[in-house]
């Protein structure tokens, strides 16, 4: 199903659809296994998504309990892994993987990754994620992720988050050294707010290209950083566009959708996803999926036009 004109973008010098894929439930806790992630990306890009977002920190770490530590209940989220797969490049390489096994034109896919960030692992088997956006990691990172992806420059690279510990300036020189050396011809951020938004456009200028932010019915983009995009003529790249799964969704946000779903015989995840296209001109959503029906339908969006009369009802 190719997505009609009006979604569409340039974007990182790649005409896409503006309904790309995130990656993260692919390879974190509670993927699938892994020939079926394979055929989950095989089936977004069939269906015409040609933008795969994925990152360094998409992988689980080993969990080795002591045996002083009690067993973790189900409400706290144990550590677990189908095919015991911890290594670190599991996210990168099932992109890389799939992508090449693909059968469709490789040269009309964006993929894109995010470093300065990895994953943690409690004594209680619990998971975590920690910043690390030193400039040296930086760097190494950026050159692990390109090999993993077996590409030799970036397209689009990310700062996955705004580390406390280190200047952000000194985060955004990192990605300036980044770009001058070849290793990245666009930037993009990640987890900001306006202000991180104004100091990486002094550090990187026409380089910097795109902002990913949370947004949702349930998390509408409080500190207003897709009207400082607009402002600035970047993208805006939400992500967890359905509200996630990693943490409580207030359910009551969706209700709206749900209604016009049912007049519409369409599932509600794809007006949620319609709705965050007529927001912004130059709004990328990327859902996540765990199945190739899930990517199927959210891809869907990209013809699904909601009226005037209905985005009245909706936030």
């Known amino acids: 199903m190719a997505a009609s004109s009006m979604q569409r973008m340039n974007f990182a010098g790649v005409d896409i659809p503006r309904l790309g894929m995130g990656c993260m439930a692919l390879s974190i806790e509670g993927r699938p296994e892994r020939d079926t992630a394979i055929t989950t990306i095989h089936s977004a890009l069939d269906a015409g998504v040609r933008y795969l977002d994925t990152a360094w920190s998409y992988y689980l770490p080993e969990y080795r309990p002591a045996r002083s530590v009690q067993t973790p209940s189900r409400h706290q989220s144990p550590a677990t892994s189908r095919g015991n797969d911890y290594r670190s490049d599991y996210g990168e390489r099932l992109v890389h993987d799939a992508l090449s096994t693909w059968k469709g034109a490789q040269d009309e896919v964006l993929v894109a990754s995010k470093i300065g960030w990895s994953r943690t692992v409690d004594a209680r088997g619990r998971y975590g994620w920690k910043a690390d956006a030193r400039p040296e990691t930086i760097i190494s990172q950026a050159k692990e992720s390109a090999h993993r992806l077996g590409v030799d420059s970036f397209g689009l690279l990310y700062s996955h988050c705004n580390d ?152």
């Open 164 to 315: 406390p510990q280190v200047p952000y300036d000194e985060q955004m020189e990192a990605f300036r050294h980044l770009v001058d050396e070849g290793v990245a011809r666009a930037i993009g951020i990640s987890r900001v707010d306006n202000a991180d938004i104004d100091v990486a456009l002094r550090v990187l200028g026409k380089d910097l290209i795109a902002v990913q932010n949370q947004f949702s019915p349930s998390y509408p983009d409080p500190l207003h950083t897709m009207e400082h995009c607009e402002k600035h003529d970047l993208a805006f790249v939400c992500w967890s566009p359905l509200g996630g799964f990693l943490d409580p969704v207030d359910a009551q946000a969706y209700e709206a959708f749900k209604a016009i779903a049912a007049e519409r015989g369409v599932s509600y995840q794809r007006v949620v996803l319609a709705w965050e296209l007529s927001k912004y001109d130059r709004l990328i959503t990327i859902p996540s999926a765990r199945n190739p029906h899930e990517i199927r339908d959210s891809f869907a969006a990209t013809q699904l036009t909601l009226s005037d009369e209905e985005l009245r009802r909706l936030p």
